[in-house]
């Protein structure tokens, strides 16, 4: 079954830097790739998501960036807000078969 | 803007107990699914559900588990007899036109088997 590495576990940024967090998925046949933000006892939330024949994604603050060959794909948080904090989770998946997702990253921005 | 809700929010139980958690997805959505997430560890798929019927399990999803639609918002998932290591948060999500893709999650079900 598929695979999912995330890194790293955890993440430190001063407000207004950026950040960055890493996925690498297994699976050949994954084509979907979304992120989801868990703050605290909450449920995950869909930020972004990529589907295999875009390379790249943006939402305002929000990017995605997807290589196929390599199966990687990462978020890129810019002008990071205190509100960001949170533990981000990639997944990997096709509508064949279930999302599975990453160990998550915990990431912090400090005032 | 609409939300999957779950309840109870928090449950303990009893080692070999039954409990049903609740959830009721978001109106139109056609595909239902379960996740678990033990504390600090991934989110991890158990079931997802269309049509009135399992589309897909995983390896988790035992004959310990069952889920049912038993109208047209409620979306239950059922463990026949609770086994410690099933202690975990339970989301359930829901997504509208496509299968496996867009999940919306609710706030999750902590449970708690003693």
């Known amino acids: 079954g598929e695979n999912v590495e995330q890194h790293p576990s955890t993440l430190s940024v001063q407000e207004g830097d950026s950040a960055v967090i890493k996925c690498t998925y297994s699976?050949?046949?994954?084509?979907?790739f979304p992120w989801y933000k868990q703050e605290l006892g909450k449920g995950p939330q869909l930020i972004i998501d990529?589907?295999?024949?875009?390379g790249e994604k943006k939402d305002q603050r929000i990017a995605v960036t997807l290589n196929k060959t390599a199966k990687h794909f990462s978020l890129h948080i810019t002008e990071t807000q205190p509100e960001d904090s949170a533990v981000y989770f990639c997944?990997?998946?096709?509508?064949?078969?279930?999302?599975?997702f990453g160990k998550g990253t915990k990431l912090s921005v400090i005032p | 803007e609409p939300e999957v809700t779950q309840t109870p929010s928090h449950q303990v139980t009893q080692m070999g107990q039954e409990v049903i958690l609740r959830c009721v997805p978001i109106?139109?959505?056609?595909?239902f699914y379960w996740y678990r997430q033990i504390l600090g560890q991934k989110v991890e798929f158990l079931v997802s559900?269309?049509?009135?019927?399992?589309?897909?399990k995983s390896e988790i999803f035992d004959d310990q588990f069952s889920v049912e639609r038993p109208d047209g918002s409620n979306f239950t998932l059922k463990i026949r007899s609770t086994k410690l290591e099933d202690s975990a948060m339970y989301f359930c999500?829901?997504?509208?036109?496509?299968?496996?893709?867009?999940?919306?999650f609710g706030s999750g079900t902590q449970l708690s088997v003693l």
């Open positions: 999500a829901s997504s509208e036109f496509l299968h496996n893709e867009k999940l919306f």
């Open positions: 699976d050949s046949a994954s084509n979907y």
């Open positions: 990529i589907r295999s024949n875009v």
């Open positions: 997944a990997a998946g096709a509508g064949s078969y279930q999302l599975t």
């Open positions: 109106s139109n959505h056609l595909y």
């Open positions: 559900f269309y049509n009135n019927e399992i589309s897909e």
